[in-house]
């Protein structure tokens, strides 16, 4: 019974191997098949309809039709497809092209004929950037000897200018001082300070960041105001060319930002400045830190613009340790801020507008305080009283009604105590 009971034992080991090897053997067969049907080109991203910016080629009266957009398809044929212009120099294709991935030859060209005869076959390397969802432009300069594009970007961007702060935003700060950055497009014009965000599949946006001066030192700081969720951006170089500020000349992302701090591009690459850093401000000003203050809510709960302690602590380590303010230039320069009209049921309404002037020496000691973070040394106090709830009108009509209660309740114990104490003197 013994030797039986091996066997059997030895017997399922071996079909559970054999069953095993089998498996593999199919999974790989699989593979392997699946591997020779599929050649690398034919992994394609998706297509879309390209923008060509040929105004640097272009004369006023010369002719915009004959043109082609180029390129080799996997089997190196060269693919024309008509180019549709719209105007400013920009051109549309056709119909969709297919953007195929990395593995591919990547290139494209210009083809243009007039009266049969042959007047532009231009060939460039790479369209890698069009392959991202936020590029669909590309810019050509077809008399040049450089097989780049000037540039890539997205049409119709709708660049927007800064608005300020509100209850609804939150304020990103940069020091760039690379001064390449600042050199000029192919139109004459200055490249800016860009940040592109997406809050979700409908808001996204390109917004031109604003400049303010640090009176003490003469350095130029930027900012911009984006929603208060939005974690993720990219601080881009895009040209301020009114026909032609889709160009995004160099792009750094931010993958995951972080609340409070001053980023800073590296000033010593020249025209490269996607290394990004953060960087702890020195000699800021009255005016500048009241720049900075005024983005955050006195009572906000959210850690982009409100109270957190992580945030309010990166304030004071990044702009406050080092200030060359005085506490009687924080006094002297007025911000506006929110009232207690703005704050109900807890929260700040961003479509009250601000109607509040106070220092930014005030502003600083209030969002300290509510934070629960010394003024003086950014560190976390030991005891906090929140007033915030002050701010609530609900809650403020309950303690009318209890103050009352409470008077009522303590005028009516001083009568009979006082009858009994007459009551006790009569017998």
């Known amino acids: 019974m013994k030797k039986k009971g091996i066997i059997n034992s030895q017997t399922i080991k071996g079909?559970?191997?054999?069953?095993?090897?089998?498996?593999?053997?199919?999974?790989?067969?699989?593979?392997?098949?699946?591997?020779?049907?599929?050649?690398?080109?034919?992994?394609?991203?998706?297509d879309k309809a390209l923008y060509v910016d040929l105004s640097?080629?272009?004369?006023?009266?010369?002719?915009?039709?004959?043109y082609a957009f180029q390129y080799e398809?996997?089997?190196?044929?060269?693919v024309k497809v008509p180019l549709v212009y719209i105007d400013n120099g920009i051109f549309q294709t056709s119909e969709e092209i297919p953007l195929f991935n990395g593995s591919s030859p990547n290139i494209f060209g210009i083809y243009q004929e007039d009266n049969?005869?042959?007047?532009?076959?231009?060939?460039?390397?790479?369209?890698?950037?069009?392959?991202k969802d936020s590029y669909n432009y590309v810019c050509l300069d077809l008399d040049s000897s450089n097989e780049e594009a000037v540039g890539f970007g997205y049409y119709g961007n709708k660049i927007k200018d800064n608005l300020d702060a509100t209850a609804a935003t939150q304020r990103v700060w940069l020091r760039n001082e690379n001064q390449s950055f600042y050199d000029l497009d192919p139109w004459g014009t200055p490249y800016q300070n860009v940040v592109y965000y997406e809050c979700d599949e409908d808001d996204y946006g390109y917004t031109v960041m604003s400049k303010i001066t640090n009176i003490f030192d003469n350095r130029n700081y930027y900012y911009v105001d984006i929603p208060k969720e939005v974690r993720s951006i990219s601080f881009l170089r895009m040209s301020s060319s009114k026909?032609?500020?889709?160009?995004?000349?160099?792009?750094a992302p931010i993958a995951m930002a972080t609340y409070g701090l001053c980023y800073e591009a590296n000033p010593m690459i020249d025209k490269d400045w996607?290394?990004?850093?953060t960087v702890n401000v020195s000699n800021a000003d009255a005016y500048l830190l009241g720049k900075v203050v005024e983005a955050y809510?006195?009572?906000?709960?959210?850690?982009?613009?409100?109270?957190?302690?992580?945030?309010i602590s990166n304030l004071f380590n990044t702009w406050f340790k080092n200030k060359s303010a005085s506490n009687e230039d924080l006094k002297n320069v007025k911000i506006l801020d929110y009232g207690g009209d703005a704050y109900i049921n807890g929260e700040y309404n961003p479509a009250v507008p601000k109607s509040g002037t106070y220092s930014v020496n005030e502003k600083w000691n209030a969002i300290c305080y509510s934070a629960g973070i010394d003024p003086k040394t950014g560190e976390k106090r030991s005891f906090n009283i929140d007033f915030s709830f002050f701010g609530n009108k609900t809650f403020l009509s309950f303690f009318v009604i209890f103050l009352f209660g409470l008077l009522g309740i303590g005028t009516w114990l001083f009568m009979i105590l006082r009858r009994r104490k007459i009551r006790s003197k009569e017998s």
């Open 15 to 46: 079909i559970t191997l054999f069953s095993a090897l089998l498996t593999l053997v199919s999974s790989l067969s699989y593979s392997l098949s699946s591997i020779k049907n599929i050649k690398a080109w034919e992994v394609i991203t998706y």
């Open 56 to 66: 640097l080629n272009l004369e006023q009266d010369e002719t915009t039709e004959g």
């Open 73 to 78: 398809d996997p089997n190196k044929e060269v």
């Open 116 to 131: 049969g005869t042959l007047v532009i076959d231009s060939w460039f390397s790479d369209w890698s950037p069009l392959l």
């Open 243 to 251: 026909d032609h500020n889709f160009i995004i000349a160099s792009e």
């Open 274 to 277: 996607t290394e990004i850093n």
């Open 297 to 311: 809510l006195t009572y906000g709960k959210e850690p982009s613009n409100g109270v957190d302690s992580t945030t």
